[in-house]
């Protein structure tokens, strides 16, 4: 787990739709932090998260200072402006130090797969892991070398890489990545097409 970056949360008096637009006309998205307590009703600054948070990840955790409380989340849920891309509105978890909890880490693939040289056509099925860990152990993501993987080839969740400590909560059969030739690609097409036409008549 990398160093977590801590944001300067203010405490929210107001809900509903109306106190959250004045709150991002204001500079702010609206931020709720769920755990075993009751709901904290949070404002983060739009401007520093943006700033400080490069990419919206499930396997990141964050600091959030309110007041005199801090804590440890991750981001569950967020909206975003359907035009702006904007942030509405973000749904956090406390993580408790010592206790297990799921989340999912992204799989990157690196490289270039000699399958894809061979005029394949590659296919990232799954692009993120259901895990459990504990917070200290969470990885910020599975890196996937896909150089060896040839033409009609897959590799599968079993052919991960998986630190020590975290646990996977998916089949270790189901496929990560596959590298199909251009034609079952084209076969595939073509048969879901008659499929289409045979049902509509």
Same mark, same amino acid.
Request: glycine fraction near 6%.
């Given at each position: 787990?990398? #160093?977590?970056?801590?944001?300067?949360?203010?405490?929210?008096?107001?809900?509903? @739709?109306?106190?959250?637009?004045?709150?991002?006309?204001?500079?702010?998205?609206?931020?709720?932090?769920?755990?075993?307590?009751?709901?904290?009703?949070?404002?983060?600054?739009?401007?520093?998260?943006?700033?400080?948070?490069?990419? !919206?990840?499930?396997?990141?955790?964050?600091?959030?200072?309110?007041?005199r409380k801090s804590y440890?989340?991750?981001?569950?849920?967020?909206?975003?402006?359907?035009?702006? #891309?904007?942030?509405?509105?973000?749904?956090?978890?406390?993580? !408790?130090?010592?206790? @297990?909890?799921?989340?999912?880490?992204?799989?990157?693939?690196? /490289?270039? @797969?000699?399958?894809?040289?061979? /005029? /394949?056509?590659?296919?990232?099925?799954?692009?993120?892991?259901?895990?459990?860990?504990?917070?200290?152990?969470?990885?910020?993501?599975?890196?996937?070398? !896909?150089?060896? !993987?040839?033409? #009609?080839?897959?590799?599968?969740v079993r052919d991960l890489?998986?630190?020590? /400590?975290?646990?996977?909560?998916? #089949?270790?059969?189901?496929?990560?990545?596959?590298?199909?030739?251009?034609?079952?690609?084209? @076969?595939?097409?073509?048969?879901?097409?008659?499929?289409?036409?045979?049902?509509?008549?």
């Amino acid at each position: 787990m990398s #160093n977590i970056v801590t944001l300067k949360g203010y405490k929210r008096e107001s809900v509903g @739709s109306a106190a959250s637009r004045r709150l991002r006309k204001e500079g702010f998205i609206p931020a709720v932090i769920y755990g075993k307590h009751d709901p904290v009703h949070l404002a983060l600054e739009a401007k520093e998260f943006s700033t400080e948070i490069k990419s !919206i990840s499930e396997s990141n955790i964050i600091g959030i200072k309110l007041g005199r409380k801090s804590y440890q989340v991750l981001i569950k849920d967020y909206q975003e402006a359907l035009l702006t #891309n904007d942030l509405m509105h973000i749904d956090l978890y406390e993580v !408790i130090k010592g206790e @297990s909890l799921h989340t999912e880490v992204a799989v990157i693939l690196k /490289g270039t @797969s000699k399958g894809v040289k061979e /005029g /394949g056509l590659l296919e990232h099925v799954m692009h993120a892991i259901e895990i459990e860990c504990l917070p200290k152990d969470i990885p910020e993501s599975f890196v996937v070398d !896909i150089t060896d !993987i040839g033409l #009609n080839e897959s590799l599968h969740v079993r052919d991960l890489t998986i630190p020590e /400590g975290v646990k996977v909560l998916v #089949n270790e059969d189901r496929t990560v990545v596959t590298v199909v030739s251009k034609k079952s690609e084209a @076969s595939e097409t073509a048969e879901e097409e008659v499929e289409e036409e045979v049902e509509v008549e």
